[in-house]
């Protein structure tokens, strides 16, 4: 089956750069999703990472290695409004459901 | 203009009774989802279904059923409700069912309390 680790909790502040990791074990691989979710709200969209390397999009940026079964979101330049939980996701094995990590709650002070 | 919404955002309902959340998304998507988000935020798939036919359905008790009367709409329904059913349940839609930069689009999410 398919599992995620990923920290539960990190905290930064204002205008300081953060890492996200997340590992990953799975029976057939397809890509590793980022998901972005604020208290009370729906987990929005943020990035898909199907080959090796790092993909920036704006302030976000996220980082996959197939072989280390590994990926990372980066988030630069952190504002207050980026406090949120960050949830990494991968495909199940027939490749029709996302299956999401626990989730990191981020924290940003000023 | 809402992408994916549900009704009702808040649901509180005793043990035993049958409630439904409707879900509708007007992006022309094909595959529709539910999930359900438990107090530690763990957010889990139940089911997925493509073009009005099931697809997916991740160990849930048969007390949920699911319907998909056209493929903008996929409903829940639930029966004899328990303690343990209280989660937000979100709603979710992408362009197809397949692997792939597929990115999924949420409704807001339906609080459901169960007394």
């Known amino acids: 089956g398919q599992s995620l680790e990923q920290p539960s909790e990190v905290t930064a502040v204002e205008g300081a750069i953060v890492q996200i990791n997340c590992t990953y074990q799975?029976?057939?691989?397809?890509?590793l999703s980022w998901y972005q979710q604020h208290d009370g709200g729906a987990p929005t969209f943020l990035s898909y990472n199907a080959l090796d390397g790092l993909e920036e999009t704006g302030r976000f940026s996220s980082f996959l290695s197939r072989s280390d079964s590994y990926g990372y979101l980066l988030l630069q330049e952190l504002q207050m409004k980026d406090s949120a939980s960050y949830f990494c996701a991968v495909y199940n094995q027939a490749g029709t459901a996302l299956i999401f990590g626990k989730g990191t709650t981020l924290s940003v002070s000023s | 203009d809402t992408a994916v919404s549900q009704t009702p955002k808040y649901l509180v309902t005793q043990m035993g009774n049958d409630k439904s959340i409707k879900c509708e998304q007007n992006?022309?998507?094909?595959?529709m989802y539910w999930y359900k988000q438990d107090s530690k935020k763990f957010l889990k798939i139940m089911f997925s279904?493509?073009?009005?036919?099931?697809?997916i359905n991740e160990t849930v008790p048969n007390r949920f059923s699911p319907k998909s009367p056209d493929k903008a709409h996929l409903n829940l329904h639930i029966n004899s409700l328990e303690l343990g059913d209280s989660a937000v349940y979100f709603c979710?839609?992408?362009?197809?069912?397949?692997?792939?930069?597929?990115?999924?689009?949420f409704g807001p999410g339906t609080r459901l309390t169960v007394l």
């Open positions: 799975t029976s057939g691989f397809y890509g």
């Open positions: 979710a839609s992408s362009q197809d069912g397949t692997s792939g930069n597929n990115e999924q689009f």
């Open positions: 279904y493509n073009n009005k036919e099931l697809i």
């Open positions: 992006l022309g998507h094909d595959t």
